[in-house]
């Protein structure tokens, strides 16, 4: 582990009692304040849904922890791992926060603070200073200028830049954060009188109505009563249940309209690639339909740049021309290959070149000098990412949203990052998401972001499982 990333680690373990001392802090029998490491944990292993208080905790201290959650390490969300943690950072000399007396550390399950400040204080400069450094260590690489620059894994190949070349430059995407939005409500006569203006505007049989009057008529309330509006509330997830074939995705793509016409960013996220293909053109054949007050809304597919030329190809076999358009893409960097293999579609090099070791032959020693294509910035193969920071409705898939690397530099809130993943920027840009067969998406998530799993069992809980990652994406 390096010094920043030791450096990272202990400033979360820190940050994290602060905000605990903040919200459970609790005096002993002499008075010394302490912060117990499992309540702390609860803040930075994400479980907030453990919680019942989160629910009303101040919006600020929910942002700050949610900003310590972004930086913080993976690993610390293992309790195992926070313990041990806990204990070596609040052992050490000079440390904010003592091991009680006369226990031995491997023992301690609680701190007391010595730093003197006021804790959320304490805990959102070592959160900024948490930023920076992630920021840092993320910085968009350079473009690629002229000269020779290589590329791939053990059959290396070599690309040659013109002398002088000028690069086209690389703009970062722009997210900004969207603002707080506590609830959108949508009424039932809402959703229908949408679907009976696209029965309108599409013509032909006018099915679109009765399919949504029929799923809305179905659905009951917490408390078993029929419903007049859908609250999506801030914070929680608001769960749909209702079986297949009733609507759902027809009801999916109607809140996608009426965000947009509400002005809210929405991200919808279907089950797999095939299917948020299909959501993606259905909604984008509604939008051209429809009237709008203002601009037409702009809906984006946002996919795996690994997938686009299969997904290309796999459209121009069923002749969905303006997919093969809209997906196809040519890599000029492979016209530059001057030795070696050209990049094969899909495994493109777009976010990392180097240049060639000197001295004795450019197949030989580690390189150096990493930099990145120089058509990042206006690549097709770029293009669904770039618009992702402007789109007002944001398409995607489980495995993506799961564990997508935006292949792009983005700028969030006016910080520079050489990429950020696929879930923040959703989350940033869009208040509402809308998730198609969340069981699923669950079993994705435990399947791509697990380490260890703890399984409860009869009055006993069963040692952590390792687990293998898969590389779906
Ligand atoms: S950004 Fe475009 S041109 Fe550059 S390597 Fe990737 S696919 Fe090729």
């Known amino acids: 582990m390096s010094g920043a990333r030791q450096g990272l680690g202990d400033m979360a373990v820190q940050a994290v009692l602060g905000i605990a001392q903040e919200l459970f802090g609790e005096a002993d029998h002499d008075g010394l304040l302490r912060v117990r490491f499992a309540q702390a944990h609860v803040l930075i292993s994400g479980r907030l849904d453990t919680w019942d208080a989160w629910e009303d905790l101040d919006v600020g201290v929910k942002s700050l922890i949610g900003r310590l959650l972004r930086v913080r390490h993976n690993e610390l969300a293992s309790l195992r791992r926070f313990l041990d943690a806990s204990r070596r950072v609040c052992a050490a000399p000079n440390s904010p926060f003592r091991l009680p007396d006369g226990v031995a550390p491997y023992d301690a399950d609680h701190a007391s603070p010595m730093h003197g400040q006021q804790p959320l204080v304490f805990a959102r400069r070592l959160i900024e200073a948490m930023e920076v450094e992630h920021a840092r260590q993320r910085a968009p690489v350079a473009a690629a200028d002229g000269g020779v620059w290589e590329f791939g894994g053990r059959e290396r190949a070599q690309v040659t830049l013109p002398d002088g070349f000028k690069t086209p430059g690389v703009s970062p995407v722009v997210i900004t954060t969207a603002p ?40 009951r309330d917490g408390d078993g009563l029929p419903i007049e509006e859908l609250l999506l509330a801030a914070g929680r997830m608001n769960l749909l249940n209702a079986p297949t074939g009733v609507g759902k995705t027809v009801l999916m793509r109607v809140l996608g309209i009426a965000a947009a016409r509400a002005g809210v960013p929405i991200t919808l996220v279907a089950r797999d690639i095939d299917d948020a293909h299909a959501v993606r053109d259905a909604l984008d054949g509604d939008i051209a339909r429809l009237s709008w007050p203002r601009d037409r809304p702009e809906c984006v597919l946002l996919l795996s740049p690994r997938r686009m030329h299969e997904k290309a190809l796999l459209a121009a076999e069923l002749g969905i021309w303006e997919r093969v358009d809209r997906l196809g893409y040519g890599c000029t960097l492979a016209s530059f290959v001057t030795s070696g293999p050209v990049p094969a579609p899909g495994g493109e090099p777009c976010g990392s070149i180097t240049r060639p070791p000197k001295g004795d032959g450019w197949n030989s020693g580690s390189g150096g000098g990493r930099s990145c294509c120089p058509w990042r910035g206006v690549c097709g193969r770029h293009a669904p990412a770039r618009a992702a920071g402007s789109a007002d409705i944001l398409v995607t898939y489980h495995h993506y949203l799961a564990r997508g690397q935006m292949p792009v530099p983005v700028s969030i809130d006016g910080m520079d990052l050489d990429r950020a993943s696929v879930l923040e920027v959703v989350m940033r840009r869009c208040p509402l998401v809308v998730i198609d067969e969340i069981d699923q998406f669950q079993d994705v998530l435990v399947q791509t972001s697990t380490q260890e799993l703890v399984l409860a069992a009869k009055n006993q809980t069963a040692g952590p499982l390792p687990l293998a990652q898969t590389g779906h994406s």
Do not use: Q
Not at 202 to 209: F, L, S
């Open 180 to 219: 707080y939005l506590g609830e959108f409500p949508v009424t039932c006569k809402e959703l229908i009188a949408i679907t009976a203006e696209l029965d309108r505007a599409w013509g032909g049989p006018a099915w679109r109505e009765g399919v949504m009057a029929s799923i809305l008529a179905g659905l």
